[in-house]
């Protein structure tokens, strides 16, 4: 009788543990085939983009195109320059302007702040972040262009309709503050107390604890967010082609009208994509997008590992 | 033993405050004697590391603190006074629990503080600097041919005796260490406390422990906290021999008699014979079959 029983419990546990591993191989596969989609979907965007850009690439050059400022797809040319210049412009004004706030900002929300301001200011931040980017694009239509239109380009002797290159970064610099400035004070939290309590021990003041100790210690943190900021920018489509008055030019000054590669084609997919080598230039401006944020990224992750070695704490 | 007094709290008490007041010490008043190493000890969350850091100032970087009573380096008040904060903190010192690199290289750790202060003429009195500190807690011979790597790099025992060379170069009278050995191996642990025992001849060493057996090894004087009260405070010798408060010695013995007990009952199974653990033990046996 005691031996019947043991030896069904046996069978039983045997036979359910032949379902568990079962179990176990299908889970496996499945989490295989859910991180192997990310990498086939990678490869068909490449795939995409680079095929439907041959027939322009088998009609110009390279080099020809990114350096020709004539962008006329109507007829045939293909200049990206105007845009090329217009993204980087907009990208080195934008964190020009955004950077020094976002860092300053950080380290006042991480370091100085206290109890209810602390909550206040780090809410609002989080709210502004939330901001679906068309309502700030709206409300500078409204504020922002006619205020530098009317007052800021005529004081530094520019004339301008209030669209453009400085209006788009003042406006992206806004937009992408809050996030550089959340992941900054992240970084900054997350750094140890002893390191204040080591620093302020020898006798340094809190600000020289700050430079010299936790602005280098976050650095490589900071560093990521800085360069997330300038990714966000570099593809921002919907507030530059609101702002930056989509006038295919190399703009002459900050308040003039431009254009940049992903405001180069949503204005133009719409009418022109019926032109089968205007829609391969376009997609080539999207290849050209990639391939910038890609550089872009890994040159970030090896200066992030060489600060992360030289600072590390 | 010298009648020199380094340091004296007067009615120190810390309150926590927040949703509750929590009072983590309560009106110690205590005497700190100068080129001695003194232990503070007690159970955990009696008010040791709290003690620790409002001796320098270092618990105003938190918020919700409260501090009433005052300290004195030598005659003059820390709290009430006009000399700023970062300069009581270079005169009384502190190495914290974990031993912490700054992201420097190991040259820039040493010679941070000074630097800050500016107490050097030239680099070459400041690779002086460096070196005899570094020197001084046996740390040089290990690192004189990588100055300039990440401190970080180095071993947790070389990052603690880094943290004591760091502290030592701005010439602080008082050094307050913070369970320095309690994050190191037992080797790491016994080099930091060889570093200690050759720097009390020349400072005033506060030193918090969970180790009575490092105590006894390295203290001249014991000062003990429960609760955040003071129990009592006495030379190294008495303490241990001949403790006054009848809580020191339910405290020595019940260390003790935990210690000999956790050992005992681990060996137990194995059925070592109890009288030699007994006798290895250091601490009181006596007490224990009680």
Same mark, same amino acid.
């Given at each position: 009788?005691a031996?019947?029983?043991?030896?069904?419990e046996?069978?039983?546990?045997?036979?359910?543990?032949?379902?568990?591993l079962?179990r176990?191989? /299908?889970?496996?596969?499945?989490?295989?085939v859910?991180?192997?989609?990310a990498?086939?979907i990678?490869?068909l965007?490449?795939v995409?983009?680079?095929?439907?850009?041959?027939?322009?690439?088998?009609?110009?050059?390279?080099a020809?195109?990114v350096?020709?400022s004539n962008?006329?797809?109507?007829?045939?040319?293909?200049?990206f320059?105007?845009?090329?210049v217009?993204?980087?412009?907009?990208? /080195?004004?934008?964190?020009?302007?955004?950077?020094? /706030?976002?860092?300053?900002?950080?380290?006042?929300?991480?370091?100085?702040?206290?109890g209810?301001?602390?909550t206040?200011?780090?809410?609002?931040?989080d709210?502004?972040a939330a901001?679906?980017?068309?309502?700030?694009g709206?409300?500078?239509?409204?504020v922002?262009v =006619?205020?530098?239109?009317?007052?800021?380009?005529?004081a530094?002797?520019s004339s301008?309709?209030?669209?453009?290159?400085?209006?788009?970064?003042?406006?992206?610099?806004?937009i992408v503050t809050p996030?550089?400035?959340?992941?900054?004070?992240?970084?900054?939290?997350?750094?140890?107390?002893?390191?204040?309590?080591?620093?302020?021990?020898?006798?340094?003041?809190?600000?020289?604890?700050i430079r010299?100790?936790?602005?280098?210690?976050?650095?490589?943190?900071?560093?990521?967010?800085?360069?997330?900021?300038f990714?966000?920018?570099?593809?921002?489509t /919907?507030? =530059?082609?609101?702002?930056?008055?989509?006038?295919?030019?190399?703009?002459?000054?900050?308040?003039?009208?431009g254009?940049?590669?992903?405001?180069?084609i949503?204005?133009?997919?719409?009418?022109?994509?019926?032109?089968?080598?205007?829609?391969?230039?376009l997609?080539?401006?999207?290849?050209?997008?990639?391939?910038?944020?890609?550089l872009?990224n890994?040159?970030?992750?090896?200066?992030?590992?060489?600060?992360?070695?030289?600072?590390?704490? | 033993? %010298?009648?020199?007094?380094?340091?004296?709290?007067?009615?120190?008490?810390?309150?926590?405050?927040?949703?509750?007041?929590?009072?983590?010490?309560?009106?110690?008043?205590?005497e700190?004697?100068?080129?001695?190493?003194?232990?503070?000890?007690?159970?955990?969350?009696c008010?040791k590391?709290?003690?620790?850091?409002? !001796?320098?100032?270092?618990?105003? $970087?938190?918020p919700?603190?409260? $501090?009433?009573?005052?300290?004195?380096?030598?005659?003059?008040? $820390?709290?009430n %006074?006009?000399?700023?904060?970062?300069?009581?903190?270079?005169?009384?010192?502190?190495?914290?629990?974990?031993?912490?690199?700054?992201?420097?290289? $190991?040259?820039?750790?040493v010679?941070?503080?000074?630097? &800050?202060?500016?107490?050097?003429?030239?680099?070459?009195e400041?690779?002086?600097?460096?070196?005899?500190?570094?020197?001084?807690?046996? !740390?040089?011979?290990?690192? @004189?041919d990588?100055?300039?790597?990440?401190?970080?790099?180095?071993? %947790?025992?070389? &990052?603690?005796?880094?943290? !004591?060379?760091?502290?030592?170069?701005?010439?602080?009278e008082?050094?307050l260490?913070?369970?320095?050995t309690?994050?190191?191996?037992?080797?790491s642990?016994?080099?930091?406390?060889?570093?200690? @025992?050759?720097?009390?001849?020349?400072?005033?060493?506060?030193?918090v %422990?969970?180790?009575?057996?490092q105590?006894?090894r390295?203290?001249?004087?014991?000062?003990?906290?429960?609760l955040?009260e003071?129990?009592?405070?006495?030379?190294?010798?008495?303490?241990?021999?001949?403790?006054?408060?009848?809580?020191t010695?339910?405290? &020595?013995?019940?260390h003790?008699?935990?210690?000999y007990?956790?050992?005992s009952?681990?060996?137990?199974?194995?059925?070592?014979?109890?009288?030699?653990?007994?006798?290895?033990?250091?601490d009181?046996?006596a007490?224990?079959?009680?």
């Amino acid at each position: 009788m005691a031996e019947s029983t043991e030896s069904t419990e046996s069978s039983r546990t045997r036979g359910r543990l032949s379902t568990r591993l079962r179990r176990e191989r /299908i889970s496996s596969v499945w989490f295989t085939v859910a991180g192997c989609f990310a990498i086939g979907i990678f490869v068909l965007i490449v795939v995409t983009m680079v095929y439907q850009s041959l027939p322009l690439l088998q009609e110009f050059s390279v080099a020809q195109m990114v350096t020709s400022s004539n962008w006329n797809p109507g007829e045939n040319q293909f200049g990206f320059l105007p845009a090329i210049v217009g993204t980087v412009y907009v990208s /080195i004004l934008t964190m020009a302007m955004g950077t020094p /706030i976002a860092i300053l900002t950080a380290i006042y929300l991480a370091e100085y702040a206290e109890g209810r301001m602390k909550t206040l200011v780090g809410t609002f931040i989080d709210v502004l972040a939330a901001i679906p980017s068309v309502i700030f694009g709206l409300v500078a239509l409204l504020v922002v262009v =006619p205020f530098v239109g009317n007052y800021l380009a005529p004081a530094f002797g520019s004339s301008a309709t209030g669209q453009g290159i400085f209006t788009v970064s003042l406006v992206m610099s806004i937009i992408v503050t809050p996030f550089m400035i959340s992941l900054s004070v992240e970084s900054l939290e997350a750094l140890p107390d002893e390191l204040r309590e080591t620093s302020l021990g020898v006798g340094a003041t809190k600000w020289e604890t700050i430079r010299t100790v936790l602005l280098r210690a976050a650095g490589p943190g900071i560093f990521s967010a800085v360069l997330l900021g300038f990714g966000r920018v570099f593809g921002a489509t /919907i507030v =530059p082609a609101m702002l930056i008055g989509s006038q295919t030019q190399i703009p002459d000054s900050p308040f003039a009208t431009g254009q940049t590669l992903p405001t180069l084609i949503v204005n133009d997919f719409g009418e022109l994509m019926s032109l089968p080598l205007t829609q391969s230039a376009l997609i080539f401006v999207g290849v050209m997008l990639l391939v910038v944020v890609w550089l872009f990224n890994f040159s970030a992750m090896l200066i992030r590992r060489r600060l992360k070695r030289r600072w590390q704490y | 033993m %010298t009648s020199n007094v380094a340091l004296t709290t007067d009615e120190l008490s810390v309150t926590y405050t927040g949703n509750e007041d929590v009072k983590a010490l309560n009106s110690v008043s205590l005497e700190f004697p100068s080129n001695q190493l003194t232990a503070i000890i007690g159970p955990s969350g009696c008010g040791k590391s709290t003690l620790l850091k409002s !001796l320098n100032r270092l618990h105003e $970087i938190q918020p919700n603190v409260e $501090i009433e009573g005052d300290v004195s380096l030598g005659d003059q008040p $820390i709290y009430n %006074t006009d000399e700023p904060a970062p300069e009581i903190r270079r005169r009384i010192g502190y190495v914290p629990q974990t031993p912490t690199a700054l992201p420097l290289s $190991i040259y820039e750790n040493v010679a941070y503080g000074v630097k &800050i202060h500016g107490d050097y003429e030239d680099s070459a009195e400041l690779d002086e600097i460096v070196e005899s500190y570094l020197r001084k807690v046996n !740390l040089w011979d290990e690192v @004189k041919d990588r100055l300039d790597t990440p401190g970080a790099e180095l071993s %947790t025992g070389q &990052i603690q005796r880094l943290c !004591l060379a760091r502290s030592l170069a701005v010439e602080p009278e008082v050094l307050l260490c913070d369970e320095v050995t309690s994050a190191l191996d037992p080797i790491s642990a016994e080099q930091v406390e060889e570093t200690l @025992k050759s720097l009390k001849e020349e400072y005033t060493i506060i030193m918090v %422990t969970h180790s009575m057996d490092q105590a006894r090894r390295l203290a001249d004087d014991v000062v003990f906290l429960y609760l955040g009260e003071l129990v009592e405070a006495n030379d190294a010798r008495t303490f241990f021999e001949n403790p006054q408060a009848e809580r020191t010695k339910e405290f &020595i013995s019940g260390h003790g008699a935990s210690t000999y007990l956790e050992e005992s009952s681990d060996e137990s199974d194995s059925e070592v014979q109890p009288d030699e653990q007994a006798d290895g033990s250091r601490d009181r046996p006596a007490a224990v079959e009680q």
